[in-house]
């Protein structure tokens, strides 16, 4: 009886890690300093159609102003998600842009902005967000 009992216990132990193992659960990586250049943009739009570019500037500025997600693209095309209050960025929008921060799996939490001026690199105050 008691041999039955620890073989059903391990299969149900194995069982359970084979689930939890194959669920895809996110794990949240340790965080690392990076700076992301690319350009910014209104995630909504992007992911939806595509959208990016001086053409797409005026809607991406009013998505950013109501809230919705914004993120950086760089050369690659990969595309980070800025951690941080979406209005206070809607100048710069679908404009040339180096973000500093801590970046953890695709999502950057910006501590430095720098918005591209003709040849120059200029930087912009961010505001002290809620910790």
Sequence with gaps: MRKGVSITLGFSLALMLFAIGTTGVAVAADPEDKMVEGELVDLRCFVTRGAQGEAHQAC??????????????????????ILASSPAYADY??????????????MLSPTKLEVKDGDQWKAVKLIKEMM
């Design 93 to 106: 929008i679908n404009r040339p842009v180096r973000i500093s921060g801590k970046v953890t799996n695709m």
């Design 60 to 81: 991406g500025a009013s998505c950013a102003k109501r809230g919705l997600p914004i993120g950086v693209i760089d050369a690659k095309g990969n595309a980070y998600t």
